[in-house]
């Protein structure tokens, strides 16, 4: 049987087939706040797609919405202040 396999370099994907950097951790971890928020945000409107909103429902997706306006902000302000830019 002959083997078959990727006999030149740029073929095979070494470039996606390593574990995350150091710097790629901490950016995943500075975003975790914001991807966390819109979570919940996606959770509460899946909540609502097959039935009509109470007022309940349409509360907890406000409320939803302000936390991820605030996870963003939150974000947006500490990438200026480590920049030293103004946001």
């Known amino acids: 049987m ?3 396999g990727a006999l ?3 073929v095979t994907a070494d470039e996606y087939d390593r574990e995350p950097t150091a710097a790629e951790l901490d950016a995943i ?7 966390l928020a819109e ?3 996606l959770d509460a409107q899946i909540t609502t797609l ?8 349409a509360r ?23 920049t030293g830019g103004v946001a």
């Not at 971890?29 to 991807?35: N, W, Y």
């Not at 097959?50 to 429902?57: G, H, I």
């Not at 907890?60 to 202040?81: E, G, K, S, Y």
């Open 50 to 57: 097959d039935r009509t909103p109470t007022e309940l429902d």
């Open 39 to 41: 979570v919940d945000l």
């Open 8 to 10: 030149q370099a740029f």
């Open 60 to 82: 907890r997706i406000r409320r939803a919405r302000n936390r991820v306006l605030a996870a963003r902000r939150d974000l947006v302000n500490r990438a200026t202040a480590a």
């Open 29 to 35: 971890e500075l975003e975790s706040p914001l991807i």
């Open 2 to 4: 002959e083997h078959i």
